[in-house]
C-alpha cells in the first residue's frame, strides 16, 4: 500500500491541492510533516523571490577576448582546405616533373659525354691548336 | 509586435533565438535569451550553492554566460535548452566553488552563511530576512541532489519528466527522492526555526 504522505506529494507534483479527505486520512504526525513541507515551499519560494536579483546578466563576447567575430562553416572549411591543397599541389606535381626532366637531360648528357665525343673534339681541339701554334702569325716573326 | 529592449521580438521563441544566434552570433539575440533565463541561472546557483556571497553568485552567473556563448553554437537542440544550461551552470557553480576552496578564500563557513547583504537591495523586513536565513540553513544542511529536486519542482515547477531529463534519473528514482527531500527538508527547517526562536 502506498504511503499517504507519498500520495499527498503526488498531488503536490501535479500542482493540484491535496483533497481534504487525503488529510483526514493521516496521523496526526503526517499531517505534521504535511504541513510542515507545505510551509517549507512557501517560505523557500517568498524568499528566492526577495533574494534572487531580477537584474539583468550583461554580456559582451568583445570583452571575453574569445570571439574574433569570423565563424566560417565547416562546409567553408572543407573548400578552403581542398583548395588549398590543389594550390599546393600544382608546384609540387611541376616542381617533381621539372625535376624528373633535369634528371633525363643529365643523364643524356653524361651518356653524350661518355659517349667517346667529347675525346673525338679534344682531339680535333689539340690538332687545331697544333696548327694554331703552327701558324701563330708571332711566331712567324720571329 | 512587443520587443525587448535589444530590438528582438518576445516572441521569438528559445528555438528560434538559438537558431538565430547559431546563424548570425547576434550578441543581442543572445542576450535577450540569456535574460530569460536570468533567474532561472541564479536559483542553479542558490540551489547548488545556498548562501553564496552576492559577488560569487554574479561572477558564476558571467561565467556561465560565457560558456553558453562559446558553446551554444554547438547546441544540437536533442535536449531541451533548460536542461542544457541547468547542467552548464551546475558545472560552472561547482568549478567556481572548488576553484575558490582552492584559493582557500572560500572556506566552509562562506558556504554555510547567509549573505551580509541579499542580492536584491531593496530593503526587506527583519522577520522576512530571517526566513531566508533559516531557509538559507535549511537547504545547506540538504544534499546538492535534493537541494535541487526542491528548487526544480517545487520553486521553478518543472515537470517530474524534465527533472529527470537533466539530473539523468529515471522519473521514478526523482520522485522518490523528491519526496524524500520534502520531508527532511521539512524536518530540518522546522528545528531551524525552532533554534532561532529559542
Known sequence: MKNILAKAQEYMDA???????????????????????????????????????????????????????????????????????????????????????????????????????????????????????????????? | MEMSSVGIPETLSDKACIKRFQRTREEAVFNCLLNRYKKYIRRIIYAVAPGITVEDSEDIAQETAIALYSALPDFSMRSSFSTYLYRLCRNKTVDHIRQKQKERRLSRRILHTIPAEPINNSEIIVEKRETMNTITDTLSRLPEIERTLIVLKDVEHRKLEEISRILKKPVGTVKSRLHRARIHAAEIYKKEKEAGTA
Not at chain 1, 56 to 63: D, M, S, V, Y
Not at chain 1, 70 to 83: E, Q, R
Not at chain 1, 95 to 123: C, D, H, P, Y
Open chain 1, 15 to 142: 500542482g493540484r491541492k491535496v483533497p481534504e479527505e487525503l488529510i483526514a486520512q493521516m496521523t496526526a504526525g503526517e499531517r505534521e510533516i504535511l504541513e510542515g513541507i507545505t510551509g517549507f515551499q512557501a517560505d523557500l519560494t517568498n524568499s528566492l523571490d526577495t533574494y534572487i536579483s531580477d537584474k539583468p546578466i550583461t554580456f559582451k563576447a568583445g570583452e571575453t577576448g574569445q570571439d574574433s567575430g569570423i565563424h566560417p562553416s565547416k562546409k567553408t572549411i572543407l573548400i578552403a582546405a581542398a583548395l588549398f591543397a590543389c594550390a599546393a599541389g600544382i608546384p609540387l606535381y611541376r616542381s617533381v616533373q621539372t625535376t624528373q626532366m633535369l634528371k633525363e637531360e643529365t643523364r643524356n648528357f653524361v651518356a653524350s659525354i661518355t659517349a667517346g665525343s667529347w675525346n673525338e673534339e679534344l682531339l680535333v681541339y689539340d690538332t687545331i691548336s697544333s696548327d694554331w701554334f703552327n701558324s701563330d702569325p708571332l711566331l712567324e716573326l720571329f
